[in-house]
């Protein structure tokens, strides 16, 4: 085997498997993918049915199973974050929401640096489009022939019907896409999912590419450190258990696609980082990048829950006699229950009058549990998942020590900006008036969370500081852009280090406002271009939505007559 490639990428994930089919397009280069993790195995269903996400989200197999430090706004608590090991990386083991985000997400970062006015919207959706194949079918802004297959909830579910209905008896927009024109107001959400099958960037991208002989692609692989000469990415040293520790070259370019923990974690293990702090790790500083590790976002949720009066939730799916029989009509025919990832209705909402865009996103559930799938309750219910989706806190990363096996010190500084807690509090309040409609007067019963008693500001905030979860949208350690504490450029490379790049989540310079998978894909399909020197897609012209009284009102309108604010 060689030990010399014109790219080596390391990580198989959301981003990588992407550059690894894109740049292998190119028959005169060679590339090498390598990945820590195993095999998406064809026979393992928790991989492959869609509602099973919740058992590779919780074991070890195909998760880093990173936690991060206590966190003294919320009672000390230490949050999972659960990152896919295992060829697909996250797209594999996550809830397969297809989110793109708002519009003005991208254009914030076009208009805050300069350096990055070729991420704006019109010149990324583009390159959304380019990346999917949607089951509706193309339009202006999706795609109908890429790599990644994105289907529609189909909704059957009366409470998935009564959670729009009541939104807009609350005053707010139906929206028919939340990937399209408008993102505003409730609806039916897209998922990852074809013919009821999870549909990865290892089933999208990597699979067609792996029979091209100019494409390598290894498991079971830890890559160690960079190898720099002076100022050049030359290669990785990695740990294989076969092989043992190997260096291998790359002719043109070293990319990192390890993910929002991982790219960080390898370039300060290479000693590419704060000086300091890598010292005091015990690594030898080579290029002195204060920003990396540092910009550190996530998003945070809640799980608002009511009771349902009515058996039609999937409470009834819990008990073992109906886990197989949903398991057999997914095994032999792929439908039924295990062929969802059951978000099929959400939305996105403005917290108050002043916010342009959305900034509380939901996904509804048919059924009172966690997103892990831990603690059911012991009823039939249903929740809508709420949280803030561009916080004003922020994290960082560092090392433990120098030992490339140990998790990094993953310290987000949850809820340390004094709006997130106004923003979680018009959460829970603006969730309890959806659930307050008439569309939902049939269903409704008690309130399960916060519950009856959770209602002044201390008490909301108490509770959320108990019972908040993260999104598991870890992002920006590697932040992109020119200023001081960017770690990459505009074209995703490593600022002063030739031959090396970042292209995963961590580069985002702000957290978008929705699930991160749909926008990681982006990136890297972008980034392919860049690296491969093509000219880019030509922009979009296609408009967007924006409430033309964002600035005054919170809702598009007033509530419908006979609709009604929740008791406080």
């Known amino acids: 085997m060689s030990k010399s490639h014109d790219y080596i990428i390391v990580g198989a994930g959301s981003a990588g498997c992407v550059l690894a ?22 026979w393992d269903w928790r991989l492959h049915m869609p509602s099973a996400l919740s058992y590779p989200m919780q074991g070890k197999t195909y998760n880093w199973d990173y936690w991060t430090e206590p966190q003294p706004t919320l009672a000390g608590r230490r949050m999972h974050w659960p990152r896919g090991k295992v060829l697909g990386g996250s797209s594999t083991i996550n809830g397969m929401a297809y989110v793109r985000g708002h519009a003005l997400d991208y254009e914030r970062w076009a208009q805050e640096d300069p350096a990055l006015a070729h991420w704006s919207y019109p010149n990324v959706l583009p390159y959304f489009r380019k990346a999917e194949a949607r089951g509706k079918g193309p339009d202006a802004y999706h795609g109908g022939e890429g790599p990644l297959r994105v289907s529609t909830g189909i909704a059957q579910n009366p409470l998935y019907r009564a959670w729009v209905e009541a939104g807009v008896q609350a005053g707010y927009d139906r ?63 990695v740990a294989d258990a076969a092989d043992g520790l190997e260096r291998l070259y790359a002719e043109r370019e070293v990319i990192l696609s390890a993910g929002a923990i991982g790219s960080p974690h390898l370039l300060m293990l290479s000693g590419i980082g704060n000086a300091d702090e890598l010292k005091a790790a015990g690594v030898t500083p ?43 009509e997914w095994y032999l025919r792929k439908t039924g229950l295990g062929a969802t990832n059951h978000f099929e ?87 309890r008036e959806i659930f307050a409609q008439p569309a ?19 008490e909301i905030d108490a509770w959320v500081a108990q019972n908040c979860e993260s999104a598991y949208h870890p ?17 995703c490379r490593v600022h002063g280090i030739r031959g ?24 890297a399909e972008k980034a392919a271009d860049i690296i491969r020197g093509r000219e880019p897609l030509a922009p979009s012209n296609a408009p967007w939505h924006e409430d033309p009284h964002w600035d005054t009102r919170q809702r598009p309108r007033a509530p419908e007559v006979g609709a009604r604010e929740a008791a406080e």
């Open 345 to 431: 209705t959400g939305g996105f909402i403005r917290s108050r009058p002043g916010v342009r865009h959305p900034d509380l996103q939901y996904h509804f559930l048919p059924m009172a549990v966690r997103y892990d799938g831990r603690n059911p309750s012991d009823r039939h219910g249903y929740q809508a998942h709420v949280g803030p989706m561009r916080s004003k806190s922020r994290g960082k990363m560092r090392l433990a020590n120098a030992d490339p096996a140990a998790h990094p010190i993953i310290d987000p500084r949850y809820m340390s900006h004094p709006e997130d807690w106004e923003e979680m509090r018009a959460a829970v309040r603006l969730t």
């Open 440 to 458: 939902f007067d049939r269903f409704r019963g008690a309130e399960l969370a916060p519950g009856p008693d959770v209602r002044t500001d201390a």
């Open 21 to 42: 089919n894109r740049l292998s397009e190119d028959p005169d280069v060679s590339v090498l993918l390598l990945e820590a993790g195993p095999k998406d195995h064809w």
């Open 175 to 237: 929206t028919e896409d939340q990937n399209g024109y408008q993102q505003e107001g409730v609806g039916t959400m897209d998922m990852t999912v074809h013919e009821g099958r999870r549909w990865s960037t290892a089933m999208g991208y990597l699979r067609p590419a792996m029979s091209r002989p100019n494409l390598t692609v290894r498991t079971g692989v830890s890559t160690l450190e960079i190898i720099l000469e002076g100022d050049r990415a030359r290669g990785v040293v």
């Open 286 to 328: 080579r290029h002195d990048l204060p920003g990396v590790g540092e910009n550190l976002q996530d998003h945070l949720e809640i799980y608002v829950q009511q009771e349902s009066r009515e058996p039609i939730t999937l409470y009834s799916a819990l008990n073992p006699v109906a886990k197989v029989k949903i398991g057999l």
């Open 500 to 523: 090396l790049r970042v292209v995963d989540s961590a580069i985002m310079p702000s957290i978008v406002s929705g699930n991160l998978n749909a926008p990681t894909v982006m990136l």
């Open 475 to 491: 992002s920006g350690a590697c932040k992109m852009g020119s200023d001081p504490m960017a770690v990459v450029d505009g074209d």
